[in-house]
């Protein structure tokens, strides 16, 4: 136990030269933003999507139980999060009981550019959407083979509904490939769940050396954190482990603990979170425990104002999809102050026009959309109102709705 001990002591030292020659491993913060008065902008938290890759080549390390309960947590703090499942095996899917064997279309069809991502989301549960994966998309690197950015596909994917989530999870298959780096380069935040063995340490090293390489090809920075997993304290090899990695890695160990926990298994069995599954467990106080770190980062994070839209824009990357002429319309009197507001602008309200149509008086506006989905509403003389056309809402964060068109 102790010569292991000392491999891995000696493999984390020489990993810390691999830290110092990047700046990218310290957090500093530039500052915060103010919350909007505005009911729905403050509901959809600005216009920035905090986006998390869960990344490691060795299985069983806890990525995906990580994603499935950390997408669940932030959803039931009312962020609005979409779950992405970039592993063959779909058991990110699985474990919030979908149906992940009878999807029709999933994050395959997506990342050929058969279908807009808008089409692929599935709503698994309040305010948490997922695009599902299948065995099929365990064939994408020979079907890419020599494509064109080929490795920017999900980032271009993203860009029309990047204003319509706070969060992006996305769980990667247990390999470093080509669904692994179109991960790296759609996210801004790594987490790295290292479970408390040497063989998890080990590809610690080819996992740095991959997001290395990203960071030179691509000239994207990542921010990285790493996150113990499946840590059973009462041993002196997990104390001691969990002490070299927050020793080594001070600002980028997270000071939240994943312990052993079988409750967790049995959750995922069961198709559900452990949020839903146990709320007397070890596993639950942990990933409790981990969102509020997480959230306690968005301040810092948002404040980057990283999107996908601008990035890709700069690397002339940038792959917009054809716009559609929406006309909006709603009926109000002709003396009123009528404005809409949604995801397509922001939640900054415009003004609508006055006209008369068959006696009725309507006041419209016209607006080219993207592909994907929008909520909105109207403001009819400084009172919030949905469509009345539209049958098609979701619930807001304030006990009304919401409007929802989708194209």
């Known amino acids: 136990m102790k010569f292991l001990l000392r491999k891995v002591v000696g493999l ?4 810390i030269g691999i830290f110092k020659k990047s700046d990218d491993f310290n957090l500093e913060s530039t500052g915060e933003r103010s919350p909007s008065s505005l009911p729905a902008l403050r509901q959809k938290g600005g216009n920035t999507m905090r986006k998390i890759a869960l990344v490691n080549q060795k299985g069983g390390c806890g990525k995906t139980t990580t994603a499935i309960n950390l997408a669940q947590f932030l959803a039931g703090e009312g962020k609005k999060v979409l779950l992405i499942d970039l592993d063959p095996q779909g058991h990110a899917g699985l474990g919030l009981g979908a149906e992940v064997d009878h999807a029709e279309k999933t994050i ?18 309040e305010n948490l959407d997922a695009v599902l994966s299948d065995v099929v998309l365990s064939g994408f690197e020979q079907v890419m083979a020599g494509a064109s950015e080929r490795e920017y596909k999900l980032s271009q994917s993203l860009v029309d509904i990047e204003k319509s989530y706070d969060y992006l999870i996305i769980d ?3 390999s470093v490939g080509l669904l692994t780096f179109n991960g790296l380069v759609a996210a801004e935040e790594v987490i790295i769940p290292v479970d408390a063995s040497f063989f998890s340490i080990h590809g610690l090293g080819k996992l740095l050396d991959t997001i290395r390489i990203i960071e030179e090809r691509v000239r994207h920075q990542l921010n990285i954190k790493i996150l113990a997993t499946n ?21 980028n160990c997270f000071d939240t603990v994943i312990n052993t926990c079988t409750r967790l298994r049995e959750a995922a069995k069961e198709g559900k979170a452990i949020a839903e599954f146990d709320k007397h467990c070890a596993g639950f106080r942990d990933y409790r425990s981990l969102t509020r770190e997480i959230l306690d980062e968005e301040p810092e994070m948002l404040a980057r104002g990283f999107t996908l839209e601008s990035y890709l824009a700069a690397e002339g990357r940038l792959k917009l999809q054809k716009d559609r002429e929406i006309l909006f319309k709603v ?3 002709e003396g009123a102050e009528v404005q809409i507001a949604g995801d397509f602008n922001e939640w900054v309200p415009e003004s609508l026009d006055f006209t008369e149509s068959q006696g009725r008086p309507l006041w419209h506006k016209t607006i080219n959309l993207r592909p994907g989905s929008y909520e909105y509403k109207y403001l009819v003389d400084g009172r919030w109102i949905a469509d ?4 098609s809402t979701v619930e807001d964060a304030y006990g009304g709705v919401n409007s929802l068109i989708s194209l």
């Open 108 to 125: 395959y069809e997506v990342l050929l550019g058969e279908i807009p991502i808008s089409e692929a989301i599935q709503t698994l549960k």
């Open 388 to 391: 009345p056309t539209n049958e």
């Open 231 to 251: 840590v059973d304290l009462r041993t002196n090899f997990c104390r001691n482990l969990v002490e070299t990695l927050n020793g080594s890695f001070p600002e």
């Open 172 to 174: 990667s298959p247990p």
């Open 331 to 333: 009926e109000a009197p």
């Open 12 to 15: 984390l030292r020489g990993l």
